[in-house]
């Protein structure tokens, strides 16, 4: 167990129609990181919170947006959804942001558009 | 520019006997992390072994050792004495501020099979 909660595990949605994706970082985790795992596109890096402020974007779609909060629980929300953003959502979190602090991952979120 | 490169889409090994998965990077950055990270069949990502570019010494966590040659810029992760738990995804991940995210850089998986 890593220490880091997302809810749901498991989501079907219709295109078209959009859900939210909760995050529960490691407790003293400030970073908190979304990751979306699909079969023809790998891990992407989506974005990046620490402390409550955007660190760092990637590749996130205009479609999707996220925040953390001020208890450090971040969402990752996902609308007009299409069939192509069926995917494996993983958050993550670490202490801080330096490239030795280790980012430990959820178990992740599978959502299926249909 | 960051890169991370597996150029074993699949590896088998016979249960007990040790394993190498290979992983070369980039990156202009003098600082950064290596990582790997096994993902079995249910999904989750489970952190393994980290290794940091000015650590003299190779990573070692139980079983998993890393193998770092930095001139080569290789991250080699060696198994020992395999398991059939061993059988997953395994990927080879790199962070660094080169593109001032510090955020992970994957590689795209070796997929690893522990035959009995």
């Known amino acids: 167990d890593s220490g880091v909660t997302q809810t749901p595990k498991h989501l079907i949605t219709a295109t078209g129609q959009r859900v939210t994706l909760r995050c529960s970082p490691r407790?003293?985790?400030?970073?908190v990181y979304w990751y979306q795992q699909s079969l023809d596109q790998g891990l992407q890096f989506l974005i990046q919170?620490?402390?409550?402020?955007?660190?760092a974007k990637g590749n996130i779609l205009e479609r999707f947006s996220a925040q953390q909060f001020p208890d450090l629980h971040s969402e990752l929300n996902l609308s007009s959804l299409e069939l192509g953003d069926s995917a494996l959502y993983f958050c993550?979190?670490?202490?801080?942001?330096?490239?030795?602090?280790?980012?430990?991952f959820g178990e992740g979120s599978w959502l299926t558009v249909v | 520019a960051q890169k991370i490169t597996q150029t074993q889409p699949g590896m088998f090994v016979q249960e007990k006997e040790a394993v190498t998965l290979d992983c070369t990077y980039d990156?202009?950055?003098?600082?950064?992390?290596l990582f790997w990270y096994k993902q079995p069949s249910s999904g989750e990502m489970i952190f393994l072994i980290y290794?940091?570019?000015?650590?003299?010494q190779n990573a070692t966590e139980g079983r998993y050792s890393l193998n770092f040659q930095k001139a080569r810029k290789s991250a080699n992760l060696v198994i020992s004495a395999s398991q059939l738990g061993d059988s997953a995804m395994y990927f080879c991940?790199?962070?660094?501020?080169?593109?001032?995210?510090?955020?992970?850089?994957f590689g795209t998986g070796t997929r690893l099979t522990v035959i009995p």
């Open positions: 290794q940091g570019s000015y650590d003299q």
């Open positions: 990156t202009s950055d003098p600082s950064y992390g």
């Open positions: 919170y620490y402390n409550g402020e955007e660190r």
């Open positions: 991940a790199m962070r660094s501020s080169e593109t001032g995210a510090n955020n992970l850089f």
């Open positions: 407790s003293g985790d400030l970073s």
């Open positions: 993550a979190s670490s202490v801080g942001s330096f490239s030795g602090n280790t980012i430990y």
